[in-house]
């Protein structure tokens, strides 16, 4: 079955501190994955998606297709990213629905 | 125009009355979702248009009823709601091509609360 897991429901660190946040998915194929970020009252909003290999905010993620992980990645954490991040998988069958990760709540302290 | 707008921000409404939620996106994207999300939860896919045409429906009761008039333009019209429907509705959109990923990109929502 396809799946998407974050296994840390809330994140804590430092302000400059070093964070990542962790995906692991189950798919049989090529995936296609993505990062979402929802700040405070703000619109669901595109992170990162692993075709683009793109760095945005400042943040990067890499797809180990033998870890099945795409780990999202930021070597100093700033206070505005305090945030919850959604992993997601596009299930590229006819639908093309997204499968979600429960989410993690990163909260950045000063 | 490179967003998803949605109106109203915030409805308030009794169980017995009919209202409708808006959705617009001129994008050229072809696809259109209606999703439903609970406060700390990821979005819930509902209803999902392909060229104008419903191509997914998770099984979403009638009270909740999709429309989708034009390539821009999503509706969603809401009636007899239970308190349990209180939630962020949040509408997508994304190209929809056969061949690029299909990313969805996403309105700020609309707050219901259902009295």
């Known amino acids: 079955a396809q799946r998407v897991t974050q296994p840390e429901k809330l994140l804590s660190v430092f302000k400059g501190a070093p964070v990542e946040l962790k995906c692991n998915y189950s798919?049989?194929?090529?995936?296609?994955l993505f990062w979402y970020v929802q700040y405070s009252r703000q619109r669901l909003q595109l992170l990162l998606r692993?075709?683009?290999?793109?760095s945005i905010k400042g943040f990067t993620a890499d797809l180990n297709k033998g870890e099945t992980s795409f780990h999202l990645k930021k070597p100093f954490a700033q206070e505005e990213d305090s945030a919850m991040y959604y992993c997601a998988l596009i299930n590229a069958g006819n639908n093309r629905k997204l499968i979600w990760g429960l989410g993690t709540s990163l909260a950045v302290n000063p | 125009d490179t967003e998803v707008t949605q109106t109203p921000k915030h409805l308030v409404m009794g169980m017995t009355n009919k209202k409708s939620l808006k959705c617009e996106q001129h994008?050229?994207?072809?696809?259109m979702y209606w999703y439903k999300q609970k406060a700390k939860k990821p979005p819930e896919l509902m209803f999902v248009?392909?060229?104008?045409?419903?191509?997914i429906n998770e099984s979403v009761p009638s009270r909740f009823s999709p429309e989708c008039p034009n390539s821009s333009l999503l509706n969603l019209h809401l009636h007899a709601l239970q308190p349990e429907d209180s939630a962020l509705y949040l509408c997508?959109?994304?190209?929809?091509?056969?061949?690029?990923?299909?990313?969805?990109?996403f309105g700020p929502g609309t707050r219901l609360t259902v009295l």
């Open positions: 248009y392909s060229y104008e045409k419903l191509s």
């Open positions: 692993h075709i683009s290999r793109e």
């Open positions: 994008m050229g994207h072809r696809a």
């Open positions: 997508a959109s994304s190209l929809r091509t056969s061949v690029s990923t299909d990313t969805q990109y």
């Open positions: 798919y049989s194929g090529s995936p296609e």
